[in-house]
């Protein structure tokens, strides 16, 4: 069964920061793993999805990184605003659809 | 990707009563997935709909519990049926769109 641990729990910075969220999951076998922002009391935000073959994945201000053998993905963010401020998820998909998430990481970014 | 459009966003309901929550999808799609949020804590996958079969459940949830239909291939429904306090969560559907997950913006249920 897989399982998916997020580290920190929570993270306070100051604006204009750069960070790392990390993602660690048991089962290596995975087709993709999705990253993912939930704002209090709603759905989720699709942010990056890093197939299996890739090592890392770029959107804007965000770049995803995998290594499938280790079990690992890290968010990158770069020049933090107080805009993302969220909880950040992620996912590993290792069958069809059937994601597992982590408990997510819950950032605070102070003006 | 596809947008999803769930409903009701929030309620408040009695103990022992059904609440039956609908997402509509702007396309269609082969599988919807059901998902649980209890408070403070991740995602758990209820059960994944299929068109024209009957829902497949995850260990821990039924369907007497949780009964699903899925009429055609943009529409689902999930039912929260005699509901205790311990049923307060945010429960959200999801489609799966060129390998990317999406998500419906949830309903918030509280039982009194």
């Known amino acids: 069964k897989q399982e998916v641990t997020q580290i920190p729990a929570a993270l306070s910075v100051p604006e204009g920061e750069n960070l790392v969220l990390n993602c660690s999951f048991t089962?290596?076998?995975?087709?993709?793993l999705q990253w993912f922002r939930q704002d209090p009391g709603k759905g989720l935000t699709s942010l990056l999805l890093i197939q299996s073959s890739q090592r890392e994945q770029t959107s804007g201000r965000l770049n995803a990184s995998l290594d499938k053998s280790s079990g690992r993905s890290t968010l990158y963010i770069a020049a933090s605003q107080p805009g993302d401020s969220a909880t950040y998820l992620c996912a590993p998909n290792t069958n069809a659809g059937k994601s597992t998430f982590g408990d997510g990481t819950t950032l605070t970014v102070k003006p | 990707s596809a947008v999803i459009s769930q409903k009701p966003s929030r309620d408040i309901c009695q103990r022992g009563t059904s609440l039956t929550i609908q997402c509509q999808v702007d396309s269609q799609v082969t599988m919807m997935f059901w998902y649980r949020q209890q408070p403070g804590q991740s995602l758990t996958l209820i059960a994944t709909?299929?068109?024209?079969?009957?829902?497949?459940?995850e260990s821990g949830f039924v369907i007497d519990k949780f009964p699903i239909s899925r009429p055609n291939l943009t529409f689902s429904t999930l039912t929260v049926s005699n509901m205790s306090p311990e049923d307060s969560s945010i429960y959200l559907c999801?489609?799966?769109?060129?390998?990317?997950?999406?998500f419906g913006s949830g309903t918030q249920l509280s039982v009194l």
């Open positions: 089962d290596s076998a995975i087709y993709n």
């Open positions: 999801s489609v799966e769109d060129n390998e990317k997950l999406f």
């Open positions: 709909a299929n068109q024209g079969s009957e829902a497949t459940y």
